[in-house]
């Protein structure tokens, strides 16, 4: 166990459809990172938050959304999905300051759209 | 904006032999951390080894240590005594050194290393 933790592990929705990712960071952590994982992408970088506010915004659609909470859980919002959107979405946690210590990875998010 | 290049796309290494991983980045940035990070056949993101660019020595986690030539741009892993358990993928990242938080990661394509027993 990572200490992060992303919900639900699998996800199977139809076209259309709108789901909502959640990830909880490892405790003490304030940096959240969204990050997309597909065959043909690679690991794209989605958004930052920390600690509640948008740092930092990569390769989103503006059909995709997020948001940091007081608590710090983070959760991703998918809508108007379509099949293109299948793919593994990982979450990830750091501390403040860390001066490039890597950050923690939850076990991901296996979404299929059909 | 960074690049990191993985130009192999797999690698095979007999178990207990010594394999290295090639990448290379392109940054206009003079302080940055590298890093190596191993997804297995779990998808789990593990990170493996971190590179700080202002530090000259090579980083070294047991039987995994990098090739840093920043002159060079190139950031190689190599790992020793292969084990049927690195059979995984892996990732080259680039991160830029920023105040107050940690920054994006940018990742290579990724290499599929296999331990062949």
């Known amino acids: 166990d990572s200490g992060v933790t992303q919900t639900p592990k699998h996800l199977i929705t139809a076209t259309g459809q709108r789901v909502t990712l959640r990830c909880s960071p490892r405790?003490?952590?304030?940096?959240v990172y969204w990050y997309q994982q597909s065959l043909d992408q690679g690991l794209q970088f989605l958004i930052q938050?920390?600690?509640?506010?948008?740092?930092a915004k990569g390769n989103i659609l503006e059909r995709f959304s997020a948001q940091q909470f007081p608590d710090l859980h983070s959760e991703l919002n998918l809508s108007s999905l379509e099949l293109g959107d299948s793919a593994l979405y990982f979450c990830?946690?750091?501390?403040?300051?860390?001066?490039?210590?890597?950050?923690?990875f939850g076990s991901g998010t296996r979404l299929t759209v059909v | 904006a960074q690049t990191v290049t993985q130009s192999q796309p797999e690698m095979s290494v007999q178990e207990a032999e010594t394999v290295t991983l090639s990448c290379t980045y392109d940054?206009?940035?003079?302080?940055?951390?590298l890093f190596w990070y191993k997804q297995p056949p779990s998808r789990q993101m593990i990170l493996v080894i971190r590179?700080?660019?202002?530090?000259?020595q090579n980083a070294t986690e047991n039987r995994f240590s990098v090739n840093f030539q920043k002159a060079a741009k190139s950031f190689s892993l190599k790992i020793s005594d292969s084990q049927l358990g690195d059979t995984a993928m892996y990732f080259c990242?680039?991160?830029?050194?920023?105040?107050?938080?940690?920054?994006?990661?940018?990742f290579g394509k990724g290499i599929t290393l296999s331990v062949r027993p």
């Open positions: 990830a946690s750091s501390v403040a300051r860390d001066r490039g210590g890597g950050y923690t």
């Open positions: 405790s003490g952590d304030l940096s």
């Open positions: 938050y920390y600690n509640g506010e948008e740092r």
């Open positions: 940054t206009s940035e003079s302080n940055y951390y």
């Open positions: 590179q700080e660019a202002y530090k000259q």
């Open positions: 990242a680039f991160m830029k050194h920023e105040t107050g938080a940690n920054s994006k990661l940018t």
